[in-house]
């Protein structure tokens, strides 16, 4: 376990680590402090033994932060990645958006592409052996602390709409080893000469990890698989609900009315009050 005084550069833990394994997310504005609140919930009732830690930008007030400290959370002050200022013009939110715009759904307008990379914060978290990221805008159904023993870098596919989804992996969800040389390595690589990466931090996941270990999709099911692929949900199998694109917190995004059952459960969680039993919930193609 490491000290307060003893922490990688650009972090800044409000408190040491208790275990040798963490699930971790990243909060870098006040929608997604919201979801790391369900989130965070949602791991709490699945009675692990992990740390749970938040990674939090300067763009996040101590006020919004103050409610996941109440409930139990390890929160890590991240600074930005020591970038190019011509990676981060690259990569700001109207040129990725402009360059790659989401065509299979809409993004809030709170989404900010160039904070994504901060997930890479992660590999300097070498206080653990093992971590799991999720994505703050998700949440966890059941106990998943198997996914520790899945090896880097393990990732589900970005599936929600058909076959061809499995080439891709969706980075709401994998599993990591820290390591600073890893960190290191990923810096370089990142900043490399012109790179633009459309997906930010997916992209270069991938790219980093040609030969990633897949984790199943039912530990990251994205929301759209709800309507677009209704046989392949089973509440039964779901270990985390990964509500890509919209988000269940915006009032009347364009996707409410399909996905109001989901909607209704992740506010469950939020709150905490009256958290439905997942086993006894109806398949899409049952309701």
Not at 18 to 29: E, I, K, P, Y
Not at 98 to 116: E, I, M, V, Y
Not at 149 to 171: I, K, T, W
Request: glycine share 4%.
């Amino acid at each position: 376990m490491t000290s307060l005084d003893d922490h990688p550069e650009g972090l800044r833990p409000s408190s040491p680590a208790s275990s040798d394994h963490a699930f971790v997310t990243l909060v870098t504005n006040a929608d997604y402090a919201l979801g790391a609140r369900a989130l965070v919930r949602s791991i709490r009732l699945t009675n692990t033994p992990a740390d749970i830690v938040v990674l939090h930008t300067g763009g996040v007030a101590a006020d919004v932060l103050a409610p996941l400290s109440t409930i139990g959370c390890r929160l890590i002050e991240t600074k930005l990645l020591p970038l190019s200022e011509a990676f981060n013009e690259r990569h700001g939110k109207r040129n990725v958006h402009d360059k790659a715009p989401f065509t299979k759904g809409r993004k809030p307008a709170f989404h900010s592409p160039l904070d994504n990379f901060c997930k890479l914060r992660l590999w300097q978290l070498t206080e653990y052996r093992r971590c799991v990221f999720i994505d703050a805008d998700a949440i966890v159904l059941r106990n998943i602390d198997r996914l520790f023993g899945y090896p880097e870098f393990s990732a589900a596919p970005n599936v929600y709409e058909g076959l061809a989804d499995f080439h891709r992996l969706n980075s709401g969800v994998f599993v990591a080893e820290p390591s600073i040389a890893t960190f290191r390595a990923m810096l370089e690589r990142l900043d490399a000469p012109e790179a633009f990466w459309p997906r930010t931090d997916q992209t270069f996941l991938q790219s980093f990890f040609p030969e990633w270990h897949g984790l199943p999709v039912t530990m990251n099911m994205l929301q759209y698989v709800w309507f677009n692929l209704p046989e392949l949900w089973d509440w039964s199998s779901i270990g985390v609900l990964h509500y890509q694109y919209e988000k269940p917190w915006e009032k009347d995004h364009p996707r409410t009315k399909q996905l109001r059952p989901l909607i209704d459960l992740w506010s469950a969680y939020l709150t905490g009050e009256n958290i439905p039993d997942i086993a006894t919930l109806a398949n899409p193609a049952q309701s």
